[in-house]
């Protein structure tokens, strides 16, 4: 019983003297989710330095503003434009180039409006909106929504169409995927989830992005991701921890990670490296 009651207080010594896990709050878009590119690599950086990450995934807008009302650490987003001005107001105190990866079009296997490989993909949407063919909008204020806006606009229409063939969803990536595959409708996506959900998507192709990033030829549509590190003047914000974490996403050996991922199942990544410490070693 002496032993037992010896052992039993060993462990809880043991316990109590191992450093408990740094919290890190990071706010994130539903495509680096839903491609399952978090799952593969936060678990390194988790090991490496005793900390848990507490992924939350929205839209890029929400990020933005659980960034602003400090209740994220870490932004790790897709609307450059938002993000730059996001530091610019004061809200987080940089910004890194992280990775990148493009949108394409999909939609109905038989293409009834016709826009496979029309380039600019606003020609596709002027299409799409003459044929009142179905069209699934995340709806949600994402970086994703963000750049279809901009095509409508490009297109020259209201960056929100009326009709009912227009369907705001207001849902993440891939819920928008499976109500279009269910509906024979159209829709922007980032390419990464499109091919992680493909196997589950048996009514969509790609119609306009070609097969790879490397024959898309619209460069409007590519898709840059950012990291903004809060401010930590905004409350509870881990700004240590948030800088530790930007300078492992950044760093080459993680970038190569990045690079890899996807490779074995798409003989493509999912997204291309873009930090400043790879370029400066593959450029």
Not at 204 to 231: F, H, Q, R
Not at 239 to 268: C, N, P, Y
Request: aromatic share 10%.
């Amino acid at each position: 019983m002496k032993k037992l009651l010896v052992s039993f207080i060993a462990i809880f010594l043991a316990a109590c003297n191992t450093p408990q896990p740094n919290t890190l709050r990071l706010a994130t878009t539903t495509s680096t989710d839903n491609s399952g590119l978090l799952d593969a690599i936060l678990p390194a950086f988790e090991s490496e330095f005793n900390a848990k990450v507490n992924v939350i995934a929205v839209g890029t807008g929400q990020a933005l503003k659980l960034g602003e009302t400090g209740d994220a650490d870490v932004l790790l987003v897709h609307a450059q434009a938002r993000e730059e001005a996001f530091v610019t107001d004061g809200h987080a105190s940089a910004r890194h180039n992280v990775m990148y990866n493009d949108f394409v079009i999909v939609g109905p296997i038989d293409d009834p409006a016709n826009v496979a490989n029309m380039v600019p993909a606003s020609s596709a949407f002027t299409i799409i909106a003459e044929a009142e063919a179905i069209f699934a909008s995340r709806g949600d204020d994402s970086g994703t929504h963000t750049k279809e806006r901009e095509l409508w606009v490009a297109a020259g229409l209201d960056a929100y169409p009326d009709g009912d063939w227009y369907k705001s969803l207001g849902q993440g990536m891939g819920d928008t995927l499976r109500f279009a595959n269910e509906t024979n409708a159209y829709a922007l996506t980032d390419r990464g989830t499109f091919l992680a959900l493909q196997e589950t998507l048996p009514n969509l192709k790609v119609v306009l992005g070609g097969t790879s990033i490397a024959n898309n030829t619209d460069e409007t549509l590519y898709n840059p991701y950012g990291l903004l590190l809060v401010n930590p003047d905004k409350g509870n914000i881990n700004h240590a921890l948030s800088e530790v974490f930007a300078a492992w996403l950044t760093r080459a050996d993680t970038q190569f990670q990045i690079s890899e991922f996807g490779m074995e199942k798409f003989e493509m990544p999912l997204f291309y490296p873009n930090s400043d410490a790879w370029n400066s070693q593959n450029n």
